[in-house]
């Protein structure tokens, strides 16, 4: 089973409450009230997001965190990057290994890995934030793989 971790997710339902307010200033701690997620965890997933270049930290009593740039600029895939690191299915996508040379699925796995980042790239935090249904159309990604806008 494919599974993004507790703090990608955390990140992608916090980068939401962005997404409405582009140009207003959050606090860890207005976050972690509205999202009903630990202060603690919000605050380390801030900084990560603001490491990455995806939110842009502000000191002072008025400081707080902002969007690096729209949410509809900023895709899923950047912030699954940013959380759990590159994108790979399965091992083998990112590293070596010694059944390298005689492995007849590692191709297979990178055309996988593949559909699967287009995907995500394919994908903005601002389409995260619609309703399901709204707007929504299904694209072909190739290889029989498709997905709703």
């Not at 992608?12 to 509205?34: K, N, P, S």
């Not at 899923?76 to 010694?98: H, L, N």
């Not at 590692?106 to 890995?113: G, K, L, M, Q, S």
């Amino acid at each position: 089973m494919l599974r993004l971790s507790k703090l990608t997710d955390y990140a992608i339902v916090l980068l939401g409450q962005f997404v409405h307010g582009r140009e207003q200033t959050w606090t860890a701690r207005v976050l972690a009230d509205r999202s009903h997620l630990p202060l603690p965890t919000v605050s380390k997933v801030l900084k990560t997001l603001a490491r990455a270049g995806l939110l842009v930290s502000e000191r002072g009593a008025t400081g707080g965190y902002l969007l690096a740039r729209p949410g509809s600029a900023i895709t899923v895939a950047e912030v699954i990057s940013a959380i759990d690191g590159p994108i790979a299915i399965t091992e083998c996508v990112t590293s070596t290994c010694g059944l390298e040379t005689s492995c007849p699925s590692r191709h297979h796995w990178h055309r996988i890995n593949g559909a699967v980042a287009h995907a995500l790239h394919g994908l903005t935090i601002h389409e995260m934030t619609k309703p399901a249904g709204e707007g929504q159309q299904l694209v072909h990604l190739g290889s029989g793989v498709r997905r709703e806008l």
